[in-house]
């Protein structure tokens, strides 16, 4: 998985993929400081970003082969922050596989188990040769 991401923004992001199967995705983030608010903790937009990422991963292996995927909705709780140096762990699952849409979980924790944030996200199942 890391080969297929080499200069796109999982790899910007510094996204490191640990375990990837249909039924969950697990990764990680660790928090540096250009990914950071003023406060110097993890930034929403790149919390949103990571665990956006790990659900489109999660979407596509459970999508027929050749389509593509889009987010068409993603909502985000975000419950605690993360400061600088910590190891962010990113849990995506599955939670509907449609025809035309597939819904995923993904939690996000510090590596103590610390809540960060939980998102549910939609992808839209985009057929090929559309």
């Not at 990914?35 to 991963?57: R, Y």
């Not at 849409?101 to 839209?124: F, H, N």
């Amino acid at each position: 998985m890391q080969e297929r991401v080499k200069g796109l923004l999982p790899d910007t992001l510094g996204i490191e993929f640990t375990d990837v199967s249909k039924d969950k995705v697990l990764a990680q983030l660790t928090v540096r400081r250009d990914l950071c608010t003023l406060g110097d903790s993890l930034h929403g937009g790149a919390i949103m970003a990571f665990a956006d990422t790990l659900g489109a991963v999660a979407a596509i292996l459970n999508m027929p082969e050749g389509s593509r995927t889009t987010t068409i909705e993603s909502k985000t709780n975000f419950i605690g922050g993360a400061p600088i140096g910590t190891k962010v762990v990113g849990e995506s699952a599955p939670v509907h596989k449609g025809r035309t849409t597939v819904v995923c979980q993904t939690t996000l924790r510090t590596e103590a188990g610390k809540l960060v944030a939980l998102v549910t996200q939609t992808q839209l199942v985009i057929q090929p040769g559309v």
